[in-house]
């Protein structure tokens, strides 16, 4: 057995664990170009192990297939989000700053390349392989509901805002955040936001949320 191999952790079955280990980051990072340049029909696991710099054995140790790769490319984005939100539920600052501070870091989020990327590559295998958009959006748009829910039941409960469908309410404030901005930046249409855009954007965001929502 390599050693490449012997690298394999005792829980690599668990996508978490998976992209939290060196070797797997590596894999991934070298899928990721090879899938955006080709898609998901045209890459192979020859040319992702070769764009990774790990012999192909190695490969299907950590990833038994091109789906399986994928997949954990789409789990890989679900992880950076969580922590504000974390934060946000235990923070004893006003509603206004806190959703200020939960829109900043979201979107800046979406601006990143390399979950544009992902987001287009998703959208490009989704129609053939419907179960990758099932992945993200639950992974993804879903979870992140659920999360800023939790935030806004907890808002509701000290009095600052309204009692009200805290999912939809999560999906809104989302949606306002990214408005104008999301569609440029996923068709290429326009540079990625300025620092200025995205505190423009997210205060009227805050601002749009709270004529609604504010108790």
Do not use: W
């Not at 899928?31 to 790990?54: H, L, N």
């Not at 950590?62 to 974390?86: D, M, P, V």
């Amino acid at each position: 057995m390599t050693t490449e191999t012997q690298e394999l952790p005792a829980t690599a079955d668990d996508p978490a664990q998976k992209t939290d280990n060196a070797k797997c980051r590596q894999i991934l990072a070298g899928a990721r170009k090879v899938f955006r340049a080709k898609g998901f029909d045209g890459a192979s696991m020859e040319v992702i192990a070769k764009e990774a710099g790990v012999s192909k054995g190695t490969l299907y140790v950590y990833f038994s297939s091109k789906e399986a790769l994928f997949e954990a490319l789409i789990l890989q984005e679900r992880f950076s989000q969580a922590e504000i939100l974390r934060e946000a539920l235990v923070s004893r600052a006003d509603v206004k700053s806190d959703l200020h501070r939960i829109g900043r870091s979201y979107l800046q989020k979406m601006a990143n390349p390399e979950k544009l990327s992902t987001l287009r590559m998703v959208v490009g295998a989704a129609e053939k392989f419907p179960q990758f958009g099932v992945l993200l959006y639950e992974a993804g748009p879903c979870q992140g509901r659920r999360d800023l829910g939790a935030f806004i039941q907890e808002r509701i409960d000290r009095g600052e805002l309204k009692d009200c469908d805290v999912e939809l309410a999560a999906g809104q404030f989302f949606d306002l955040c990214v408005a104008g901005v999301l569609r440029r930046m996923l068709l290429n249409a326009g540079p990625k936001p300025s620092e200025e855009e995205i505190e423009t954007n997210v205060a009227a965001a805050v601002k749009v949320f709270l004529a609604a929502y504010a108790a």
